[in-house]
Protein backbone atom coordinates (compact mmCIF):
# COMPACT_ATOMS: atom_id res chain seq x y z
CA UNK A 1 0.00 0.00 0.00
CA UNK A 2 3.16 2.50 -1.40
CA UNK A 3 3.16 4.52 -4.25
CA UNK A 4 6.76 5.18 -5.24
CA UNK A 5 8.77 7.32 -7.69
CA UNK A 6 12.06 6.99 -9.10
CA UNK A 7 14.47 9.63 -11.36
CA UNK A 8 17.21 10.12 -12.61
CA UNK A 9 18.92 13.39 -14.10
CA UNK A 10 20.97 12.69 -17.43
CA UNK A 11 23.00 16.05 -17.14
CA UNK A 12 24.46 15.36 -13.74
CA UNK A 13 24.38 11.66 -14.09
CA UNK A 14 22.40 12.11 -10.60
CA UNK A 15 19.78 9.21 -9.62
CA UNK A 16 17.13 9.18 -6.70
CA UNK A 17 14.04 7.78 -5.51
CA UNK A 18 10.64 9.38 -2.84
CA UNK A 19 8.34 6.92 -1.70
CA UNK A 20 5.28 7.20 0.72
CA UNK A 21 2.75 5.05 2.48
CA UNK A 22 0.12 4.39 4.91
CA UNK A 23 2.27 3.04 7.41
CA UNK A 24 5.29 4.27 9.94
CA UNK A 25 8.81 4.13 9.06
CA UNK A 26 8.55 3.52 4.91
CA UNK A 27 12.32 4.69 4.69
CA UNK A 28 13.65 1.46 6.15
CA UNK A 29 11.77 -0.64 4.04
CA UNK A 30 11.18 0.29 0.09
CA UNK A 31 13.93 1.53 -1.83
CA UNK A 32 17.66 1.06 -1.98
CA UNK A 33 20.51 2.45 -4.48
CA UNK A 34 23.80 2.23 -5.67
CA UNK A 35 25.57 3.90 -8.36
CA UNK A 36 23.37 3.75 -11.61
CA UNK A 37 20.33 1.76 -10.19
CA UNK A 38 16.95 2.20 -7.51
CA UNK A 39 15.36 -0.99 -6.52
CA UNK A 40 11.88 -0.95 -5.18
CA UNK A 41 10.09 -4.04 -3.30
CA UNK A 42 7.09 -2.78 -2.26
CA UNK A 43 3.16 -4.08 -1.30
CA UNK A 44 3.88 -6.76 1.15
CA UNK A 45 7.31 -5.39 1.26
CA UNK A 46 10.61 -7.94 1.97
CA UNK A 47 13.73 -5.26 2.20
CA UNK A 48 16.19 -8.30 1.71
CA UNK A 49 14.97 -8.74 -2.07
CA UNK A 50 17.25 -5.11 -2.40
CA UNK A 51 20.03 -6.55 -1.80
CA UNK A 52 20.25 -9.23 -4.48
CA UNK A 53 18.89 -6.99 -6.91
CA UNK A 54 21.22 -4.73 -6.68
CA UNK A 55 24.43 -7.24 -6.83
CA UNK A 56 23.26 -8.42 -10.12
CA UNK A 57 23.00 -4.73 -11.12
CA UNK A 58 26.59 -3.86 -10.03
CA UNK A 59 28.08 -7.11 -11.58
CA UNK A 60 26.42 -7.13 -15.10
CA UNK A 61 24.78 -2.98 -15.01
CA UNK A 62 22.04 -5.16 -16.40
CA UNK A 63 17.63 -4.31 -15.19
CA UNK A 64 16.77 -7.01 -16.53
CA UNK A 65 19.19 -9.31 -14.79
CA UNK A 66 18.83 -6.94 -11.87
CA UNK A 67 14.79 -7.92 -11.69
CA UNK A 68 15.59 -10.94 -12.63
CA UNK A 69 17.50 -11.51 -9.15
CA UNK A 70 15.07 -10.16 -7.30
CA UNK A 71 11.70 -11.95 -8.91
CA UNK A 72 13.83 -15.57 -7.80
CA UNK A 73 15.08 -14.66 -4.41
CA UNK A 74 11.45 -13.51 -3.76
CA UNK A 75 8.62 -15.73 -1.71
CA UNK A 76 5.40 -15.58 -2.10
CA UNK A 77 5.93 -13.17 -5.53
CA UNK A 78 2.51 -12.86 -6.69
CA UNK A 79 2.78 -10.30 -3.18
CA UNK A 80 5.32 -8.45 -4.11
CA UNK A 81 5.50 -5.40 -6.16
CA UNK A 82 9.31 -5.05 -7.67
CA UNK A 83 10.74 -2.13 -9.79
CA UNK A 84 14.37 -1.96 -11.40
CA UNK A 85 15.09 2.17 -12.59
CA UNK A 86 18.71 2.13 -14.24
CA UNK A 87 21.05 5.35 -15.01
CA UNK A 88 20.34 4.90 -18.78
CA UNK A 89 17.13 3.16 -20.35
CA UNK A 90 13.80 2.03 -19.12
CA UNK A 91 12.94 1.01 -15.95
CA UNK A 92 11.31 -2.36 -15.12
CA UNK A 93 8.24 -2.66 -13.07
CA UNK A 94 6.24 -5.99 -11.90
CA UNK A 95 3.49 -6.01 -9.49
CA UNK A 96 2.05 -10.00 -8.01
CA UNK A 97 -1.32 -10.25 -8.53
CA UNK A 98 -2.15 -10.45 -5.15
CA UNK A 99 -1.09 -6.39 -4.81
CA UNK A 100 -4.53 -4.52 -3.91
CA UNK A 101 -5.92 -2.40 -6.81
CA UNK A 102 -5.33 0.03 -8.22
CA UNK A 103 -1.74 -1.69 -8.80
CA UNK A 104 1.04 -1.23 -11.39
CA UNK A 105 3.96 0.82 -12.93
CA UNK A 106 4.20 3.22 -15.50
CA UNK A 107 7.46 4.11 -17.13
CA UNK A 108 8.70 8.20 -18.18
CA UNK A 109 11.46 9.42 -20.01
CA UNK A 110 13.55 9.64 -17.05
CA UNK A 111 11.50 7.97 -14.48
CA UNK A 112 9.13 5.00 -13.11
CA UNK A 113 6.41 5.66 -11.12
CA UNK A 114 5.21 2.28 -9.16
CA UNK A 115 2.08 2.51 -6.50
CA UNK A 116 -0.66 -0.57 -5.06
CA UNK A 117 -3.96 0.61 -3.28
CA UNK A 118 -3.92 3.63 -4.92
CA UNK A 119 -6.79 5.73 -5.26
CA UNK A 120 -7.20 6.46 -8.85
CA UNK A 121 -5.81 5.36 -12.08
CA UNK A 122 -4.89 9.17 -12.56
CA UNK A 123 -2.38 8.61 -9.85
CA UNK A 124 1.22 7.44 -11.68
CA UNK A 125 0.24 8.96 -14.72
CA UNK A 126 0.03 12.48 -12.77
CA UNK A 127 3.37 11.25 -11.22
CA UNK A 128 5.12 10.80 -13.51
CA UNK A 129 4.41 14.18 -15.76
CA UNK A 130 4.59 16.20 -12.02
CA UNK A 131 8.29 14.64 -12.35
CA UNK A 132 9.11 15.43 -15.83
CA UNK A 133 7.64 18.50 -16.13
CA UNK A 134 9.12 20.02 -12.96
CA UNK A 135 12.22 22.60 -12.42
CA UNK A 136 14.76 22.45 -10.04
CA UNK A 137 17.07 19.43 -8.55
CA UNK A 138 16.79 16.10 -8.65
CA UNK A 139 14.97 16.06 -5.23
CA UNK A 140 12.99 18.93 -5.87
CA UNK A 141 11.65 17.01 -8.99
CA UNK A 142 11.00 13.85 -7.28
CA UNK A 143 9.00 15.50 -4.60
CA UNK A 144 6.94 17.44 -7.20
CA UNK A 145 6.15 14.40 -8.65
CA UNK A 146 5.34 12.85 -5.62
CA UNK A 147 2.95 15.60 -4.67
CA UNK A 148 1.05 15.35 -8.06
CA UNK A 149 0.39 11.54 -7.01
CA UNK A 150 -0.90 12.59 -4.01
CA UNK A 151 -3.21 15.27 -5.11
CA UNK A 152 -4.65 12.94 -7.78
CA UNK A 153 -5.68 10.31 -5.47
CA UNK A 154 -2.64 9.09 -3.66
CA UNK A 155 -3.13 5.79 -1.46
CA UNK A 156 -6.56 4.77 -0.61
CA UNK A 157 -5.45 4.90 3.31
CA UNK A 158 -4.06 8.09 4.90
CA UNK A 159 -0.32 8.43 4.51
CA UNK A 160 1.67 8.60 7.43
CA UNK A 161 5.70 8.38 6.13
CA UNK A 162 7.73 9.45 3.52
CA UNK A 163 11.43 9.12 2.30
CA UNK A 164 13.95 10.68 -0.54
CA UNK A 165 17.32 9.41 -1.51
CA UNK A 166 19.50 10.86 -4.21
CA UNK A 167 22.90 9.86 -5.04
CA UNK A 168 25.22 12.21 -6.54
CA UNK A 169 29.20 11.48 -7.24
CA UNK A 170 31.69 9.85 -5.32
CA UNK A 171 29.24 7.03 -4.10
CA UNK A 172 27.66 9.65 -1.73
CA UNK A 173 24.03 10.77 -1.15
CA UNK A 174 23.66 14.40 -1.88
CA UNK A 175 20.27 13.45 0.05
CA UNK A 176 18.47 11.07 2.71
CA UNK A 177 15.78 12.30 4.24
CA UNK A 178 13.21 10.11 6.17
CA UNK A 179 9.68 11.52 7.76
CA UNK A 180 8.94 8.49 9.73
CA UNK A 181 5.27 9.28 11.60
CA UNK A 182 3.15 12.14 10.64
CA UNK A 183 -0.13 13.39 9.33
CA UNK A 184 1.33 15.07 6.36
CA UNK A 185 4.69 13.03 5.32
CA UNK A 186 5.17 14.69 1.65
CA UNK A 187 4.69 18.16 3.00
CA UNK A 188 6.94 17.51 5.65
CA UNK A 189 9.47 16.15 3.40
CA UNK A 190 9.02 19.00 1.09
CA UNK A 191 9.74 21.64 3.88
CA UNK A 192 12.97 19.60 4.86
CA UNK A 193 14.34 19.60 1.72
CA UNK A 194 14.08 23.01 1.25
CA UNK A 195 16.33 22.98 4.85
CA UNK A 196 18.37 20.49 3.64
CA UNK A 197 19.23 21.62 0.28
CA UNK A 198 21.36 25.06 1.31
CA UNK A 199 23.96 22.20 3.31
CA UNK A 200 24.24 19.29 1.06
CA UNK A 201 27.10 20.54 -0.64
CA UNK A 202 28.62 21.84 2.58
CA UNK A 203 28.15 18.21 4.17
CA UNK A 204 29.70 16.49 0.88
CA UNK A 205 32.95 18.75 0.91
CA UNK A 206 33.36 17.75 4.45
CA UNK A 207 33.54 14.23 3.23
CA UNK A 208 35.74 14.84 0.10
CA UNK A 209 38.18 17.44 1.32
CA UNK A 210 37.99 17.55 5.40
CA UNK A 211 40.75 19.79 5.33
CA UNK A 212 38.86 22.56 3.02
CA UNK A 213 35.86 22.02 5.19
CA UNK A 214 33.08 24.85 6.76
CA UNK A 215 32.37 23.65 10.31
CA UNK A 216 29.41 22.29 11.23
CA UNK A 217 28.32 24.79 13.40
CA UNK A 218 28.69 27.48 10.60
CA UNK A 219 26.62 25.15 8.10
CA UNK A 220 23.91 24.74 10.81
CA UNK A 221 24.37 28.41 12.10
CA UNK A 222 25.86 30.80 9.68
Known sequence: MTFSLAGRDPHTGDIGFAVATSSVCVGGRVG?????????SQCRTDPRLHRPGLRRWED???ATAAMDAMQQAATALHWRQLGVFPATGEGLHYTGASCLGV??????????ALGNFLGSDDVLPAMVN???TAKGRLAERLVAGMLEGQAAGGERDPLQSASL??????????VDLRIDDSGSPLEDLSRMLAEWLPK????????LDPDAAPSSSSIEHG
Open 165 to 174: AVLGEAGLKD
Open 130 to 132: GFE
Open 32 to 40: ALTEGCVVF
Open 60 to 62: TQS
Open 103 to 112: AGGLTGANSL
Open 200 to 207: AAPYRLRA
